[in-house]
């Protein structure tokens, strides 16, 4: 099978692929009467795309028959360039629902527009405070929290392929976020993504009226050391300092006359970020395995963009973590025609009987 | 039949009640042997709700016979107290669409998120820096080409009825733009609303994503000596100062590579406010005729927060016009249920009754 053909099939990549691939290697390691050199411990997990609900307890709960040296999460991809990357970390994630209230039923704009409140511009002039079109979180103390990199992982965020131009190109961009920075750069740092914003109506459905309400979805994505509590207690006391007073359900009528400004803020439960040290002998053993058997250097990412709940295995099983991903980056992951790339799936098996040969003995 | 009974009826109110009363009015002055006072020229348009496309066009075309001293508007409400009020303008209006970009496919805010720009939080800060949650618009010399208020006009301003404290109960608000100002003394300032705001998803159908563009609906109110095209010279200024690149139509690929910040443009036609001297005799007496007709004092508007194409007489055909409305403030215009309280249409008859007998006379 040439090594650019592709599996097409629900789920090909994500995460049918590893597991089939680290089956294979351990057929491939049998076959060759390679003896593994640890002692294996297999964790699948079926509800990772729907929250990872039970997880928590179920780690807390075989936590001794789980002891180990080191989780090897399969999940994500390798990098744009086709180079194997490993990683060491995932940003965390934390979601809110924002609802900001205007008059209690909707206005003409013309009998009294600039006078009863505006929802929609209260709405923007609140995202705009909390942050800039240039990715810059204007909430305060926001990044105190920031565990800075480490020198081995600035020297890794130098050394990873620069994909920027590539991606400018393909996203038909002119300019970035963050002054010019890299996008691995960027996503060492936590994230305001404004997911969504809902007042009134646009186009052809616009009327010349002042709603009764606007919303705008969130998520943050996280980094050491900053916690879902933590960014909830900024957030809230940055909009306290605006003046606004928060409600966790949409107000009657009597809070919103006592209120000059009123939030609704609904957050979702998230989870903080983890990241392993890449000075561990064990983090350098399996990049020196990974690039001996490749013959080429690798990419080491300090953290994945992406948020995956590594932090159970590190902060509540105390244990170190590293991501060994192998499908191809351009999978079409949850989507129509997910596939995963022939080539990635023999580098998968390679990777995998190397780490399950030679871990033991390399650190 | 009880003053307060009311009829139902499919535009009872908007605009069939004037059209009854003044024909009424012209049949209680014959039954009554009382001469008119003027000639009197009927304008009956019936394209008013659909954006009177053709009037301009015939106004022009029949200016001649057209000529008058003064046109009567007989349209919109009187005061929310039920006090009859005279309107001398109106605001002038345009409206607005404005759609920014992100890149050209939706991206995971996990990988992209801090790097790839946000249209939605692009957005957001551009409506922050051209409208303060208080109603001040930020753009630069927007307020410049504003005709201030005569004395005249102020004092009518300050004698308006003060309806603000039960408005303000009866809408949930705790607070309002301007300031504390009234909501008579607000219209007559231009606003900024903003109509809608779409941009991704929120609640439910949130994702974690970066979208590919974010719009904005807006309708700005003029006033005298502002016009639709200064208004949009003014904003289209703002927003090169800001750095954005105008298109017309949806950017192709080529034009978003090459411009950091494009912003799509698409205004409504609009027109201009206008605004009659309340110091005109024919003002001064048409006020005079129906406080005396009445026995008490009427709210005097130099101008109608909502918009009405009274430019068309003012400024196309150099004719003064002013508004006489007869409709009660409850009428639900437009809605299901439209009615005309049965005082409203007495007073109608009377005070048509009043000025076509007299006004002739009077200055």
């Known amino acids: 099978v040439p090594p650019e053909w592709r599996i097409y099939a629900r789920s090909a990549s994500d995460d049918k692929a590893p597991v089939i691939a680290v089956l294979a290697a351990i057929d491939a390691l049998r076959a060759a009467n390679i003896p593994l050199s640890v002692n294996l411990k297999f964790f699948f997990e079926g509800e990772e795309e729907a929250g990872s609900t039970h997880l928590p307890a179920i780690l807390e709960k075989y936590a001794d028959r789980l002891k180990g040296d080191v989780w090897l999460l399969c999940d994500g991809p390798v990098h744009q360039t086709r180079r194997m990357q490993v990683y060491f970390g995932a940003r965390g994630i934390t979601d809110l629902e924002m609802t900001v209230y205007g008059p209690a039923r909707p206005l003409h704009s013309g009998h009294y527009g600039n006078w009863a409140p505006n929802p929609a511009v209260v709405l923007a002039n609140l995202l705009a405070g909390m942050r800039g079109p240039d990715g810059r979180i204007r909430i305060a103390g926001f990044y105190d929290d920031m565990r800075p990199l480490t020198d081995t992982e600035k020297r890794a965020v130098a050394e990873a392929p620069d994909v920027d131009a590539q991606l400018k190109n393909e996203l038909g961009l002119a300019w970035t976020e963050g002054d010019g920075k890299s996008v691995t750069e960027q996503i060492m740092l936590p994230a305001l993504n404004v997911r969504g914003i809902r007042a009134g109506n646009v186009g052809a459905t616009a ?157």
């Open 207 to 363: 009327q010349n009226a002042i709603s009764t309400e606007a919303s705008a979805s969130i998520d943050f994505r996280l980094v050491p050391n900053q916690t879902p509590e933590k960014v909830r207690q900024r957030v809230e006391n940055h909009l306290r300092q605006q003046g606004f007073h928060i409600v966790s359900k949409t107000p009657d009528m009597e809070t919103r006359r006592q209120h000059p400004r009123v939030i609704k803020l609904e957050w979702g439960a998230g989870y903080p970020p983890a990241r392993t040290s890449m000075e561990l002998p064990l983090s350098r053993a399996v990049v020196r395995l990974i690039e001996d058997a490749l013959g080429a250097p690798i990419v080491k990412m300090p953290t994945l963009g992406g948020s995956v709940p590594m932090y159970l295995f590190l902060d509540v099983l105390k244990t170190p973590v590293i991501g060994v991903p192998i499908a191809n980056h351009d999978n079409n992951q949850h989507g129509a025609n997910e596939n995963i790339r022939i080539q990635n799936l023999w580098d998968g098996i390679e990777i995998f009987a190397v780490l399950l040969a030679g871990l033991g003995r390399a650190f």
